[in-house]
């Protein structure tokens, strides 16, 4: 089974810049996550799809940051314009659909480095 | 709101110590338990999880957890460390699709 894919893997920009990221869950998974992870500190939140609808968006910086997943496949976060404190991995995450203890799959990150 | 907590934020241990990392979680109702863990360079993987049935779950590489209603903790034990242990540990705990970290453990396995 192909794990969660996200690309790039690294990516450095310079602030007032944008940014994107893609991440492809493993295939049937509803659910997909996008979290940010600072250097030192769990991953936080950012947002959740159930297949191409938002469940949760609460700690998504809207002002900044945008995500989609128009086709309930894959996803894509964006963040226009980068600011220092975004420097972070970002992580995708997918799960089973359903409300079973089905844990979340880690895609490796992007590394992003705001300067 | 849920949260979850992990008291130790740093441990170093020597070759064949024992490790027990904290983990406590802030939910009255039905909650799923996980750990998981991330090896330097790597992503974040599956340790064990808990969800009804025995308290003692066993993992992967010789871990283990004990879920303790009473206490809302779901400590992480492992009888003898080994170098290639040396990682950030995460507690997480996940109520319908929601999914609460805790701040991890990064631990040190000094040979």
């Known amino acids: 089974e192909a794990g969660v894919a996200q690309s790039p893997r690294y990516k450095i920009i310079e602030k007032r810049q944008s940014v994107a990221f893609w991440c492809n869950p493993i295939s049937g998974h509803a659910t997909l996550y996008w979290y940010q992870q600072i250097l030192g500190q769990g991953p936080k939140l950012l947002i959740q799809?159930?297949?191409?609808?938002?469940?949760?968006d609460s700690q998504l910086p809207k002002d900044r940051f945008s995500a989609e997943r128009l086709k309930g496949v894959d996803s894509t976060l964006k963040i226009q314009p980068a600011k220092l404190e975004d420097s972070a991995v970002y992580l995708c995450?997918?799960?089973?659909?359903?409300?079973?203890?089905?844990?979340?799959?880690f895609g490796p990150g992007t590394r992003l480095t705001v300067t | 709101a849920q949260s979850v907590s992990q008291h130790n934020h740093h441990v170093i241990l020597s070759e064949a110590a024992s490790l027990e990392l904290g983990c406590n979680y802030s939910?009255?109702?039905?909650?799923?338990l996980f750990w998981y863990v991330q090896y330097p360079g790597q992503h974040l993987q599956l340790l064990l999880k808990y969800f009804s049935g025995d308290p003692l779950v066993k993992g992967i590489k010789g871990f283990e957890a004990e879920f303790i209603k009473s206490k809302f903790s779901f400590n992480l034990r492992k009888p003898s460390v080994q170098w290639s242990d040396t990682a950030e540990y995460f507690c997480?705990?996940?109520?319908?699709?929601?999914?609460?970290f805790g701040t991890g453990t990064s631990l040190t396995v000094i040979p």
């Open positions: 997480a705990a996940n109520t319908g699709n929601q999914f609460y």
């Open positions: 995450a997918s799960r089973r659909q359903g409300l079973g203890p089905y844990e979340q799959y």
């Open positions: 799809f159930q297949n191409n609808g938002v469940v949760d």
């Open positions: 939910y009255g109702g039905t909650v799923n």
